[in-house]
């Protein structure tokens, strides 16, 4: 992961502090995340303070500092997928797999990310597991849906 982390870091060979979001970027676009030893390593090669690194990430939605699972699960909170029982499809999927927004499941299956529209309102309320769509579910399918996840990965 180092070895990684220094090939992109040595793209940006000449950035400026300005130039920091296309680094990040590309580093969580090769993980998935920014690690804290991205970071660290980072702060090294730009002679920046971590807390400045920390700083530029967190004011971004975009930026995740936690893996996802195998299983990325997306939920909408726009308007018409609240109405229509949207919270009711968060708290379930937050009961079933014991984590909340923005967390991972220990083995590194589920993940759970609220977002706040899908562009989907017509067919509300709307979910996606790994960018393939579920419309119009009721927070009694989610169970079904997270074993269909199991199942795939036990095929893997």
Same mark, same amino acid.
């Given at each position: 992961?180092?070895?990684?982390? =220094? ?22 676009? @090769?993980?998935? *995340? ?19 690194? *920390? ?5 971004? =939605? ?6 996802? &699972? ?5 939920? $909408?909170? +726009?308007?018409? $997928?609240? #109405?229509?029982? &949207?919270?009711?499809?968060i708290q379930e999927a937050e ?5 909340? =927004? ?5 083995? +590194?299956? *589920? ?9 989907? $309102? ?10 393939? *769509?579920?419309?119009? #579910?009721?927070?009694? @399918? ?15």
């Amino acid at each position: 992961m180092a070895d990684r982390i =220094d090939e992109i870091i040595k793209r940006h060979m000449n950035v400026q502090r300005d130039s920091l979001l296309p680094l990040l970027q590309d580093i969580q676009n @090769e993980f998935g *995340y920014l690690s804290e030893q991205a970071i660290n390593r980072i702060s090294v090669s730009l002679n920046l303070p971590t807390s400045k690194i *920390y700083g530029v990430a967190t004011f971004y =939605d975009q930026f995740r500092f936690e893996p996802r &699972g195998r299983f990325h699960i997306q939920i $909408c909170h +726009g308007t018409a $997928c609240h #109405i229509n029982n &949207g919270s009711r499809i968060i708290q379930e999927a937050e009961r079933l797999l014991k984590i909340r =927004d923005g967390q991972t499941t220990r083995d +590194g299956m *589920y993940s759970i990310e609220v977002v706040n529209c899908m562009g989907a $309102c017509g067919l509300s309320p709307v979910i996606a597991v790994n960018d393939k *769509y579920f419309h119009g #579910i009721d927070p009694r @399918e989610l169970k079904d849906i997270l074993e269909s996840c199991k199942e795939k990965d036990n095929k893997l």
